[in-house]
């Protein structure tokens, strides 16, 4: 294809909608942090304060969130996340929360797609190595509270 046939089509491409969007258009924020459930967007119901140690150190962090009752990765009660994955739908105790309520949580697959003052780890990582008992599915990671 000729340099200007191409530039041509790239201009009616963007002309239709479909050009490239900031990630902040494509997705609702709903996985922010948060200090009341007042920060957070209304699709989010919940702002769960989690607690995980790390290293000898506890850190402490809130995340906007909502409840859900399809447990596991990738769940469909859960809104879509920055990654492009639905959340994960684990107890909010897996990561320090307060109860065993079902909760919607960042999907990751490394430190950089969580946002910051959060860290991304698997199975292991909450649990331990005997991931028996960890209702985190084996193969999953969540942004969780954890140095940056």
Excluded: H, K, W
Excluded at 31 to 55: N, R
């Amino acid at each position: 294809m000729p340099r200007t046939a191409l530039i041509r089509v790239l201009m009616l491409a963007t002309l239709l909608g479909c050009g490239s969007s900031p990630r902040s258009e494509l997705f609702t924020p709903v996985y922010d942090a948060c200090l009341t459930v007042d920060d957070c967007v209304e699709t989010a119901t919940l702002c769960e304060e989690l607690s995980v140690e790390f290293a000898g150190f506890d850190y402490i962090n809130s995340i906007c969130t909502l409840t859900c009752a399809a447990e596991g990765s990738v769940s469909a009660d859960c809104p879509r996340a920055y990654v492009g994955l639905f959340g994960s739908c684990y107890p909010s105790s897996v990561a320090g929360g307060i109860d065993d309520t079902l909760v919607c949580f960042d999907p990751c697959f490394v430190d950089g797609d969580c946002q910051q003052g959060f860290r991304c780890l698997g199975a292991t990582g909450l649990c331990g190595a005997d991931l028996d008992p960890c209702p985190v599915d084996e193969n999953d990671a969540i942004c969780v509270p954890g140095p940056t």
